[in-house]
């Protein structure tokens, strides 16, 4: 028999691991996850959770789908690994790319492969980069992002990310980013300003901060349509429409970082459709492969994409491109996902079932310990306040980890992120499952209490 305690302390010496106190897991032990099913995971000693999480915002159909374990199996024996460097392609690659471009918003014309969400925003980075060479604009370098932004862990993605403990004891972020305010009308609005206005102060915000910059310097804007990982903040009224026009004028690129929000989540095919914009180019992981495969992907539009063709007729060689970038198992993986959320209309489903999930986050937003309840499609948040109105800015009581703690206990797997307790389950949740997902939440924020 496995000594269960045996290993989940013996973990805590081979590896170190990311977002965790290291010195509380030595003391506390980690919890070891063993297997899944539909939206369900189970830990080393059997007990169920429901997986609020998708994992980690990824799993959109759940934890043992069977096509995706086939596509995988019949790719692996057909051709488990070729690259497209250099001349060479593969069918899964080019099919997925087929794919992604039809699906993908603003008639983008290619698509280039990695492996991480990261990954692809320090590709985004450097095809800005490489793109405003050529069309010679050398001088346009500098990323604007916003606080709280979560784009990655790389040296640039963290950079663009806006959380201090991506940056704290890293040396980072690199002097080219700098972060806008968070576009978060509850703590940021000040008192009596409609989300409208709030919206216009930020736009007129983004520009004073391109003016102060210089607009020649300025290459790019990375936005999530919807953040997610700094606490599922929902954009305010009227945000994209004001920002888009400020980013045209003065000639700076729209990067949808749409690693969570892409391929159904927030009941649009991507999060920029559901808030009405076009972006110039996008990054999508996570749900591109359900989470049963790492990739990720970017793609650019036409105008991009022939500059920099071009340039490479120029110079001989595009010097860009990861190993692993374009794998024949996550394409077969990512090829048969989006069949499924084509052949299941996934977003459709998002759509209706993302009904109840707001129903029960509003119900919960009148609970003693709730500030404000968040959501977009399948993402949702409740912000904890100590009496369920005052905002604790840079003071987080840290309330949400106990919270979460004593939601795994009910057997409900979400994520503390500050005083935010996220949702994001797996999109084929069923409108039965929000209810069961949502049962233990008053009682769980009420033992925290
Ligand atoms: N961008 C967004 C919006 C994300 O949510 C994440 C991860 O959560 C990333 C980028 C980074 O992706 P990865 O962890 O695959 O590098």
């Known amino acids: 028999m496995t000594d269960l305690s045996n290993s989940r302390t013996r973990d805590t010496d081979s590896l170190l691991h990311p977002y965790a106190n290291a010195m509380a897991l030595?003391?506390?032990?980690?919890?070891?996850?063993?297997?899944?099913?539909?939206?369900?995971?189970?830990?080393?000693?059997?007990?169920?959770?429901i997986e609020a999480m998708a994992g980690?915002?990824?799993?959109?159909?759940?934890?043992?789908?069977?096509?995706?374990?086939?596509?995988?199996?019949?790719?692996?024996?057909?051709?488990?690994?070729?690259?497209?460097?250099?001349?060479?392609?593969?069918?899964?690659?080019?099919?997925l790319a087929e794919k992604i471009k039809a699906l993908a918003p603003g008639n983008m014309a290619r698509v280039l492969y990695q492996s991480s969400g990261s990954e692809a925003n320090d590709t985004q980075i450097k095809l800005a980069w490489y793109y405003n060479n050529a069309r010679g604009k050398p001088q346009k370098k500098k990323l604007l992002s916003r606080m709280k932004g979560?784009?990655?862990?790389?040296?640039?993605?963290?950079?663009?990310?806006?959380?201090?403990?991506?940056?704290?004891?890293?040396?980072?972020?690199?002097?080219?980013?700098?972060h806008l305010r968070t576009p978060h009308h509850w703590?940021?609005?000040?008192?009596?300003?409609?989300?409208l206005e709030f919206s216009a102060r930020l736009a007129r915000e983004l520009?004073?901060?391109?003016?102060?910059?210089?607009?020649?310097?300025?290459?790019?804007?990375?936005?999530?349509?919807?953040?997610?990982?700094?606490?599922?903040?929902?954009?305010?009224?009227?945000?994209?429409?004001?920002?888009?026009?400020?980013?045209?004028?003065?000639?700076?690129?729209?990067?949808?970082?749409?690693?969570?929000t892409g391929f159904g989540r927030t009941g649009e095919w991507f999060g920029s459709q559901s808030f009405g914009y076009v972006p110039n180019s996008i990054s999508m992981a996570k749900q591109l492969t359900a989470g049963f495969a790492p990739l990720s992907a970017v793609a650019i539009r036409e105008d991009m994409a022939s500059a920099i063709e071009e340039n490479t007729g120029k110079i001989g060689s595009f010097g860009h491109g990861f190993t692993y970038g374009g794998h024949?198992?996550?394409?077969?993986?990512?090829?048969?996902?989006?069949?499924?959320?084509?052949?299941?209309?996934?977003?459709?489903?998002?759509?209706?079932?993302?009904?109840?999930f707001a129903a029960h986050l509003d119900r919960l937003a009148d609970h003693p310990l709730v500030g404000q309840a968040r959501h977009a499609g399948l993402m949702g948040a409740l912000e904890l306040s100590p009496d369920?109105?005052?905002?604790?800015?840079?003071?987080?009581?840290?309330?949400?980890?106990?919270?979460?703690?004593?939601?795994?206990?009910?057997?409900?797997?979400?994520?503390?992120?500050?005083?935010?307790?996220?949702?994001?389950?797996?999109?084929?949740?069923?409108?039965?499952?929000?209810?069961?997902?949502?049962?233990?939440?008053?009682?769980a924020l009420n033992a925290a209490h």
């Open 56 to 95: 980690l915002w990824c799993c959109g159909l759940g934890f043992n789908n069977a096509e995706l374990i086939e596509a995988a199996n019949e790719q692996m024996a057909k051709l488990p690994y070729y690259h497209i460097f250099s001349g060479r392609s593969h069918e899964t690659a080019l099919e």
């Open 207 to 260: 520009e004073e901060t391109i003016l102060a910059e210089d607009p020649e310097t300025i290459a790019a804007f990375i936005a999530e349509p919807v953040i997610g990982a700094g606490g599922v903040i929902v954009p305010p009224e009227g945000y994209f429409e004001a920002v888009m026009p400020v980013l045209e004028k003065y000639d700076i690129l729209m990067i949808a970082d749409e690693v969570i």
């Open 26 to 49: 030595k003391e506390n032990g980690v919890q070891m996850i063993s297997r899944g099913e539909g939206i369900r995971v189970f830990d080393d000693t059997g007990k169920p959770y």
């Open 187 to 195: 703590r940021e609005a000040e008192a009596g300003e409609s989300e």
């Open 388 to 443: 369920g109105s005052t905002r604790m800015f840079d003071r987080p009581m840290l309330t949400g980890a106990k919270v979460a703690a004593e939601l795994t206990a009910r057997g409900v797997i979400c994520r503390a992120i500050g005083d935010s307790l996220a949702f994001c389950p797996p999109m084929i949740i069923t409108e039965a499952e929000v209810d069961e997902l949502f049962d233990p939440v008053e009682d």
């Open 150 to 178: 979560y784009h990655g862990v790389t040296i640039a993605s963290a950079s663009l990310t806006g959380l201090p403990y991506n940056h704290r004891d890293f040396d980072l972020p690199l002097d080219i980013v700098t």
């Open 328 to 356: 024949p198992v996550s394409c077969a993986v990512g090829i048969r996902t989006l069949e499924i959320y084509e052949r299941d209309d996934i977003p459709g489903h998002v759509k209706r079932v993302s009904k109840r």
